[in-house]
């Protein structure tokens, strides 16, 4: 037997009623720093609140599965486990944005239905995470009773489900300005902002506590004649690739950046194992010896780069990119596609 519940319905019953919450959740949620934590805090509080042996969290994943993201109690389901969202209580809450409460999973042909029931689940509730007109993905209980949650409790379900899908919302909308204040929208990598903020913390572990590093400046070789020959579209794909390229040979905890139009910077550890002239010239012969294939068009691309070495006397980013730019510059004058490393540390 399956139970639906319209959330604006329940919202109209709502009228004089009043939620308890423990002061330790509200602080718990205040606290959390991560989307994480949110989900995790919201599954352990809501297990303990509804008197649940199983609660869970689930978030949209793609257009046909859920993500479980947290779990408290019953393991019935488990976390790696994609749930469909056709074919599915939890789905079905989903996709008609409804409280659904099956009161005898036993009978359920639904497929969480029958896991839950297999554990010794009778009873379930799953309310959509609502922001707006849009599902997030859903709360979820279980109970080892049959028929254990009435309506009073769909509507305190979904009153905190409304609640926590606000805090979800803006908890990911703040993750996406992040990602967009710190990430070039072309080509996916760090941009001049990161640069400049990973290049000072770089320095600043180098006198603090002797971690040297490598600093390289790569830039795409006839880039303008590139542009003017298949278009500046043409263009944007080479750059792409040779970010996805670049990312790709990046060893931890070696970080990239595109801090200009056809020009990217390279933060690169002293490590005993990987000599910098042998990783700087690997990016270079690999893309040299990339296949770019931009609508049919073959393209093929070479790179230059000039690197430094970290010096006691570096206090600021100036210094590096003064040395690695003049390395850059006597790669080019030396017929592009090749690497140079900076002799000395003044420039």
Not at 46 to 53: G, H, R, S, T
Not at 287 to 305: E, L, Y
Request: proline share 3%.
């Amino acid at each position: 037997m399956e139970r639906r519940f319209n959330p604006l319905d329940l919202s109209d019953h709502a009228q004089g009623h009043q939620i308890s919450l423990p002061v330790e959740f509200v602080q718990a949620l205040t606290v959390a720093n991560s989307l994480q934590e949110v989900l995790d805090t919201v599954s352990q509080w809501i297990y303990q609140l509804f008197d649940a042996e199983r609660a869970s969290i689930t978030l949209k994943e793609d257009a046909d599965y859920l993500k479980i993201y947290s779990i408290s109690g019953n393991k019935a389901i488990p976390l790696d486990f994609r749930v469909p969202i056709a074919n599915t209580l939890v789905g079905r809450a989903f996709s008609e944005k409804t409280v659904l409460i099956c009161d005898d999973l036993t009978k359920s042909t639904k497929l969480d239905g029958i896991m839950l029931a297999q554990s010794g689940m009778n009873t379930s509730m799953n309310a959509p995470l609502l922001y707006g007109d849009i599902c997030l993905g859903t709360l979820n209980v279980a109970h080892n009773k049959p028929s254990h949650y009435k309506e009073l409790h769909a509507l305190e379900l979904q009153c905190l489900a409304h609640w926590i899908g606000l805090n979800i919302s803006l908890r990911l909308q703040l993750k996406e300005l992040e990602y967009l204040a710190s990430t070039d929208h072309l080509t996916g990598a760090a941009n001049r902002r990161v640069f400049t903020q990973k290049i000072l913390q770089a320095i600043d572990a180098f006198h603090e506590n002797g971690q040297s590093f490598f600093f390289a400046l790569m830039d795409i070789d006839h880039f303008k004649r590139l542009n003017d020959q298949f278009g500046h579209t043409a263009g944007d794909y080479v750059l792409q690739r040779i970010v996805a390229i670049s990312e790709t040979m990046m060893m931890s905890p070696g970080k990239f950046f595109r801090i200009g139009g056809e020009e990217f910077a390279i933060i690169f550890p002293e490590q005993t194992e990987y000599e910098p002239m042998q990783f700087f010239n690997d990016i270079r012969e690999t893309i040299a010896k990339a296949t770019m294939d931009f609508d049919g068009i073959p393209i093929s691309v070479s790179v230059s780069i000039g690197f430094t070495t970290m010096s006691t006397a570096d206090y600021a980013p100036e210094p590096l990119l003064r040395r690695s730019d003049k390395a850059l510059y006597q790669a080019k004058l030396a017929g592009r596609n090749r690497v140079v490393m900076f002799n000395g540390t003044q420039a």
